[in-house]
């Protein structure tokens, strides 16, 4: 709140000093005990009164603290000792979105002095105390980066502290943390005055059209009535109603989900400055958009009017302002409202509701003013920019150079000041692809001290797991693509009472609370939402290591399963691979089928997909009356993933229980898979092969390929030819060893031990196998890579093989070692008060 709103005991007279204040922000998503945070001086200010913000319209007890440099530094965060106690005691809590007020400190005014670093602890014995967590929309943000600030202080992102009081054992510290509130201080310097100078700095502007009106009362017309009602009554009479209506077109045109049809809408906004310099009534000034229809959806402008209400009034026209200054009836109203100021460096942002949105078509010009009821506004002198000239750009919009007015509410020719930069943000809609939702669930029971409340436990769990999920999002390849290739971000994390997992108290003095923790994903339409729900559920484990950080949790929930499924389509006709749409019909018909199978189980099926296609033109023999005739045969063999998820135990074998569902009802299969597209109609059969614990090989295609006839006769000359050559070689080795001495003792040695060699090498089972259960191979590992090199599978392709099917086991020692290095990032310790092991 400004200075002539409420008066604080202490505080100076407007006379003597001039009285500012520094607003942070009320707009919480968290809550706790407690906030540190460091301000930085930049001129000397006496600091005389705090507003805390909670939620709740009880009383509270509050305690405020203040120290010398860093809250990093002295060991602050441990140590109650080395703060100075400003003001303690109890206060009535305004409630939502207003600031409780706390003044006449115990050790009176706070003197800073200039360029001083000074740390602020600022804690209730409740977690009522109300704050901002800012890592999800400023994700670069660090401890100690500057968030508000005005001329004479700025203050620092800061840490909340999940404990109270604080102590040498106080451990639960959260890094990126905005403390809501407004500090109110003076500086000894002149105040400037609310009212516009009768005498101007700068001469009027001859850039702008002369006036074609007076200081005289106007008898022309003004603005056409608005269908807004007006959420307060205006404070200066208006002129006399318009007798015709002023651009119609401008109320009459289509919002953008008219325009639009059923396209997605993206919020987006263009910012200017908020360097202020200047400022009276109000700032006009012109937007243009550039290839796409835009709508524009509200203002924030820049008062320096913090804590007390303002009285807002945009009006609007389509085309350049120039020539209309000053002309009422050129523009329409589409708004009017009293808002909050937000104070100096801020933007006081009109709400949508209040605000008739106006949509530009492309490479259009549309003008907007802005006024107030008091010389409140503020803008920025231009030098080097004319007027109309872009002074801030994106992709969308630009935001042209524009005026600035001295009355209210029209300006008269004298009182017009040009060039002027608006200090604001203008914020707008734009058609963009449609983001789909996606939420991943974890279930834990966790063991915790009875002093931790549920709410407090809901908190910091939601917090962990946004943390974790946050840093997997840019430290694991697969998900880094995710965000790249699908739009893929995390846009909540929140956490309740779970009810479907058995909860157990393990020691005395702790209870156990089910939790439900819920990550809620946006993302792009190319990737299904039981794709994403799969693999985020794969990382299950890193969740459960997050959440272990402070508590003893043991997840509970679902646990991913995952098999191949191959089937051979075989046909008559010439056999193609399925294009991509034919693919993803085929998906989702294998996914629907399974899905309607799996129904009243504890299996969920969530999604499938095609991972190889291999096809094989060949010609085979068949018999008929002793005469031989070749027929063409075709196939088509289609190797899908099959992922889902279920809550164990017991533990199942998802490979066979898709398999089994499957041939218990092979007819609705094959009817769903030919329904699914035309392309199987030509198919003749759908089979599905023995499931294997190795992808699919996709054998060479061989177009026109020879008749089994004579592939046989291949074959048996290949077997002559190789065992005369082995008889041929067999004889004269023999010969040649019979000259040496001992020649019988040695070959009946050496029999022997080829005899024992080959016998090392265990035949390799057939017999199918869960892809999951992790016995993949026999235990003889050199035997395996034997057998498989005489089926001419290079070393190469069985150490692909070898990895795709042990992922489970990589991935768990992958993610112990990520959690080593990781561990600093979850929570702020004592051991870990350097400046930089703070920063990560």
């Known amino acids: 709140m400004s200075s002539n709103s409420w008066s604080m005991g202490g505080s100076p007279s407007v006379e003597e000093s001039c009285v500012l204040e520094l607003e942070t922000t009320y707009k919480d998503n968290l809550g706790s005990f407690a906030n540190m945070f460091d301000i930085v001086t930049y001129h000397s200010i006496d600091l005389y009164a705090l507003e805390i913000y909670t939620d709740i319209v009880e009383d509270i007890f509050y305690a405020i603290y203040t120290k010398p440099n860093s809250f990093k530094e002295d060991g602050a965060m441990n140590d109650l000792s080395v703060w100075t106690l400003v003001k303690e005691g109890s206060a009535k809590g305004r409630g939502f979105g207003n600031g409780t007020p706390i003044r006449d400190f115990d050790i009176g005014n ?477 998906e989702m018909a294998v996914l629907n089928f399974l899905k309607e199978k799996m129904k009243g189980t504890a299996i969920k099926v969530l999604d499938a997909e095609v991972t190889a296609q291999a096809v094989r033109n060949v010609r085979y023999l068949a018999r008929d009356d002793d005469s031989v005739n070749g027929r063409p045969m075709a196939t088509l063999d289609i190797s899908t993933i099959i992922v889902g998820e279920y809550r164990p135990p017991p533990q199942i074998d998802f490979s066979g229980v898709v398999e089994d569902a499957i041939d218990a009802d092979e007819q609705s299969f094959d009817e769903e898979i030919r329904r699914a597209d035309e392309f199987f109609e030509v198919y003749d059969s759908i089979d599905v092969v023995e499931n294997v614990t190795k992808p699919l090989e996709i054998p060479d295609t061989q177009e026109n390929s020879q008749s089994i006839s004579t592939t046989l006769i291949i074959i048996l000359v290949a077997v002559l030819v190789g065992f005369f050559i082995f008889v041929g070689g067999y004889c004269y080795h023999r010969k040649k060893a019979k000259k040496r001495k001992g020649f019988d003792d040695t070959f009946v040695k050496g029999s022997d031990a080829l005899k024992e060699e080959r016998s090392f090498f265990p035949r390799i089972s057939t017999k199918r196998r869960s892809l999951n259960n992790g016995s993949i191979m026999d235990d003889n590992m050199s035997a395996v890579q034997w057998t498989m090199s005489t089926a001419d599978m290079s070393q190469a392709d069985y150490g692909e093989s070898q990895r795709d099917y042990s992922v489970n086991y990589e991935m768990d020692s992958r993610r112990e070692d990520f959690y080593d290095e990781a561990q600093e990032s979850y929570r702020f310790n004592e051991s870990a008060i350097d400046d930089e092991a703070y920063q990560q």
């Open 110 to 586: 706070l003197t800073i002095d200039a360029n001083e670093t000074r740390a602020f602890y600022v804690t209730l014995n409740s977690t009522d105390l109300r704050y901002r967590n800012i890592t999800g929309e400023m994700p670069d943000a660090k401890v100690g980066d500057m968030f508000a600030k005005n001329e004479d202080l700025g203050l620092q992102i800061g840490i909340s502290v999940g404990e109270y009081p604080l102590t040498s054992n106080t451990t639960y510290f959260f890094g990126e943390r905005v403390w809501s509130g407004t500090m109110y201080y003076n500086v000894n310097r002149p105040c400037p005055s609310r009212a516009p100078s009768m005498v101007s700095s700068d001469a009027p502007s001859g850039s702008v059209a002369p006036s074609i009106l007076s200081a005289i009362p106007s008898l022309i017309p003004s603005i056409t009535p608005t269908t807004i009602i007006s959420s307060s009554p205006s404070l200066v009479p208006s002129f006399a109603p318009s007798l015709t209506p002023s651009f119609p077109d401008i109320t009459i045109r289509p919002d953008l989900t008219t325009e639009n049809g059923d396209a997605c809408h993206q919020s987006d906004s263009l910012v200017t400055a908020f360097d202020a310099g200047t400022g009276a009534y109000g700032s006009m000034f012109s937007v243009t958009s550039k290839e796409e229809t835009i709508q524009v959806t509200t203002l924030s402008f820049h008062t320096d009017y913090g804590g007390g209400n303002v009285t807002a009034i945009v009006y609007t026209k389509i085309g350049d302002f120039v020539g209309h200054e000053n002309e009422p009836s050129a523009w329409t109203k589409i708004s009017q409202s009293t808002l909050r100021g937000s104070g100096k460096g801020h933007g006081s942002t009109i709400r949508k509701d209040d605000f008739q949105s106006v949509i530009l078509y492309p490479n259009e010009t549309v003008s907007f003013y802005i006024s107030l009821t008091t010389a409140d506004i503020r803008y920025t002198k231009l030098d080097g920019v004319e007027l109309g000239d872009s002074v801030a750009s994106n992709s969308y919009l630009d935001i042209n150079a524009g005026i600035g007015l001295a009355d209210y509410p029209f300006a008269s020719e004298y009182f017009i000041y040009s060039p002027r930069l608006f200090n604001g943000i203008v914020h707008f809609d734009r058609r963009s692809a449609c983001l789909s939702e996606t939420n991943v669930t974890y279930s834990f029971n966790i063991n915790h001290i009875v002093d931790v409340r549920e709410s407090e436990l809901f908190e910091l769990v939601a917090n962990l797991c946004d943390q974790v999920a946050r840093m997997l999002m840019v430290s694991d390849d697969k998900l880094t693509n995710l965000r790249v290739e699908h739009d893929m971000s995390l846009d909540m994390a929140s956490a309740k009472k779970g009810s479907n997992i058995t909860c157990a108290i393990e020691t005395s003095g702790y209870v156990c609370t089910p939790v439900e923790i819920t990550l809620k994903f946006k993302h792009g339409d190319g990737i299904r939402d039981g794709k994403l729900r799969h693999i985020w559920r794969v990382f299950y484990p890193e969740i459960s290591s997050g959440v272990n950080t402070l508590f003893d949790a043991h997840y509970g929930g679902e646990t991913p399963v995952q098999t191949n499924l191959n089937l051979t389509l075989t046909t008559s006709s010439v056999a193609a691979e399925m294009p991509n749409a034919t693919a993803n019909a085929f």
